[in-house]
């Protein structure tokens, strides 16, 4: 479960760590600036009720004492604080104020300027502002307390009506930024792998610019020299097989030649037979080699009439299968491609099911997922299924009822395979549920 909520692609799982990074940056940074609001919030209170508060004391204690209960009545406007006159210090059931806000209270009384002989003698405090309400008594020098009860409001963190959007705008900028940056990043790993797919299907294939940074500058440089290497290993291999097929034409003809004076006709016959059959295998081979070196311009072809025209080649090469040639399909349809190559690879594929299977039935899929597929399919005893990969071998052949007598050398296939994987496609056999063997062709739309 854990493997497969987690992103495979390197791209998310470095977006993904990222942005949890961010979160866990933006919720320290306003846990941070939260304390910090609420310590500044209750500094201001506490400096405005100290204000307010010694500025009442003053007035009523200068006023006669006759007269202090209506100074506090004229005082008591204020519906967040109200004076009182009383021979005790204010109670309750809240807690006494916390040492820290007390001195804290008590620096700031001083802001309001008072002779020293009318300065409060004691001082009583309870609650906080943490808690909306805070109780203050002063006693006045004739030994009578002026207790206030206040309403204090809360401090908040977030007082801002804006801070939300403002919060959450930043949060998406920055994710956008980072997923944009992300993917810039991991572009040029997404080009590797498809440099890599494409040269596992083209050998050919352009080699990668080696620009951007130096990381991937040497990267790419280090591709280009590995595919170059490898272009020029298999153009070995290919030109030495084509030179060696073709050395070999000149002594099976001079073998020919002096096979028509052997005398047992028995033996000039079989001698001849396995000679042809010599020559035919050499000239595949130098027909292998030369559709590995081809380099064909790509360009629009229609496929549906491709298909049919290689139908129609095949039932005039073969006039006595010709009723067994059927295609199934839509009219037109498009595509990219080589096309001589391609018309070879599926020309050997549909001559491979006449020859094998009697006869030849193309199904034509409309793309689907940016790919394109072709069915041919035959009527004949299949193909073990040990053997199905095998055949595409160069020069394997399944014995049985796909034996030489039958013709070939063991190439169609090899090459057809080749030619469809220079295409970025594929060929694969299967044997069909009713009988007979399907090819199934891909091909990029």
């Known amino acids: 479960m854990t493997l497969r909520l987690f992103p495979r692609s390197l791209a998310t799982r470095t977006a993904l760590v990222l942005l949890l990074g961010l979160a866990v940056v933006q919720i320290a940074g ?7 609001r609420m310590d500044i919030q209750r500094l201001a209170q506490v400096r405005d009720l100290a204000v307010r508060l010694m500025l009442i004391y003053r007035n009523v204690s200068l006023a006669p004492p006759q007269q202090r209960e209506d100074v506090l009545r004229e005082l008591n406007r204020a519906h967040d604080l109200v004076a009182m006159l009383s021979p005790t210090p204010p109670t309750g059931e809240l807690p006494e104020t916390p040492p820290n806000l007390q001195r804290l209270l008590r620096v700031n009384l001083n802001l ?20 909306g309400t805070m109780l203050v008594g002063m006693q006045m020098p004739d030994g009578q307390w002026l207790n206030f009860h206040a309403e204090v409001e ?36 997404r080009t590797l792998a498809r440099a890599a797919d494409t040269l596992g299907r083209d050998v050919n294939a352009p080699p990668l610019p080696e620009d951007g940074p130096t990381e991937v500058a040497t990267a790419a440089a280090a591709f280009n020299t590995m595919a170059a290497r490898i272009r020029r290993f298999v153009q070995d291999r290919t030109e030495m097989l084509t030179a060696i097929g073709h050395d070999l034409r000149t002594p099976i003809t001079r073998l020919k030649l002096r096979a028509e004076f052997v005398e ?25 080699g030369r559709d590995a070196t081809a380099t064909e311009p790509v360009s629009p072809i229609d496929l549906a009439e491709l298909l049919q025209t290689v139908l129609d080649e095949a039932g005039d090469a073969r006039p006595e299968a010709a009723d067994s040639l059927s295609y199934d399909g839509p009219p037109h349809l498009t595509i990219r491609a080589r096309p001589f190559a391609l018309k070879r690879a599926l020309a050997n594929l549909i001559a491979n099911a006449i020859s094998y299977g009697g006869s030849a039935t193309v199904r034509l899929v409309p793309p689907l997922a940016g790919t394109v597929g072709v069915a ?19 020069f394997h052949r399944v014995e049985g ?41 891909t091909l990029p739309s």
């Open 154 to 189: 809360p401090p908040t963190p977030w007082h801002s009506p804006t801070f939300l959007t403002a919060f959450l705008l930043m949060t998406a900028t920055a994710a956008v930024l980072t997923i944009w940056a992300v993917r810039r990043l991991t572009a040029p790993v």
């Open 264 to 288: 047992d006709d028995e033996l000039r016959r079989k001698m001849l037979s396995d000679l042809e059959e010599l020559e035919a295998m050499v000239s595949a081979t130098l027909a292998f």
């Open 112 to 131: 309001v300027p008072l002779s020293a002989p009318l300065r409060p003698r004691e001082f009583s405090m309870l609650g906080d502002p943490a808690w």
């Open 401 to 441: 009822s796909r034996n030489r007598e039958t013709g070939g050398v063991g190439l169609g296939l090899p090459i057809a395979r080749n030619i469809l994987r220079a295409h970025g496609g594929d060929v694969t056999l299967s044997n069909r549920p009713g009988g007979g063997a399907r090819a199934m062709v």
């Open 376 to 394: 041919i399919e035959d009527s004949g005893p299949g193909i073990p299924p040990q053997e199905l990969e095998r055949v595409f071998e160069p």
């Open 30 to 36: 306003l846990t941070i600036h939260a304390f910090d």
